[in-house]
């Protein structure tokens, strides 16, 4: 199985926002410089993250985005899911499908396709984007949009 650079890259956003979590919105435009990504990649993918919840969006001068609930609530079951559509390893597990069945019978390697799938579905339900900031925390270079001014 090979998930589509739109899942990859999604998934390096989320990570990203959520080494910064709680500290403001981050443009687009420097998550595209910081992971060396095509910005109007990112604008598609962002779109899409957005509408399933999964980052916010903030409009004006200090604009970005931010991730939607803390990191270790979103899963990548859920990434996966917005970007891909299913976890489905094969078309005939997808739902609604039934292009393995002849003559009512599952196809031959079925079972092996619905255990990946099990296998597949468990260890992404399993990881969160704070895990993978555990397991790798970076450096946090980017600097949220908004700035706090101190007076004296």
Same mark, same amino acid.
């Given at each position: 199985? %090979?998930? +589509? @650079? ?9 990570? %990203?926002?959520? %080494? !910064? ?30 509408? +399933? ?15 939607? %609930?803390?990191?270790?609530? !979103? ?6 899911? +917005? ?27 079925? +079972? ?5 799938? /099990? ?7 399993? @990881?969160?984007?704070? /895990? ?17 001014? !101190? @007076?004296?």
């Amino acid at each position: 199985m %090979r998930f +589509s @650079t739109r899942t990859e890259y999604g998934i390096r956003i989320l990570v %990203r926002l959520g %080494r !910064v979590y709680g500290k403001g919105p981050v443009a687009l435009s420097e998550l595209a410089e910081v992971e060396h990504l095509p910005l109007s990649y990112l604008e598609q993918i962002a779109g899409q993250l957005r509408r +399933s919840g999964l980052v916010q969006s903030r409009m004006g001068a200090h604009g970005g985005y931010l991730l939607g %609930r803390p990191p270790a609530s !979103v899963t990548m079951a859920e990434i996966v899911t +917005s970007l891909e559509g299913s976890l489905a390893p094969v078309s005939c597990l997808a739902e609604g499908e039934a292009e393995c069945h002849s003559e009512g019978e599952e196809c031959s390697a079925h +079972s092996l396709w619905e255990r990946l799938q /099990d296998n597949i579905t468990a260890t992404l339900q399993a @990881t969160t984007v704070a /895990d993978l900031i555990k397991v790798n925390p970076g450096p946090q270079v980017l600097v949220p949009s908004v700035t706090e001014v !101190v @007076t004296s």
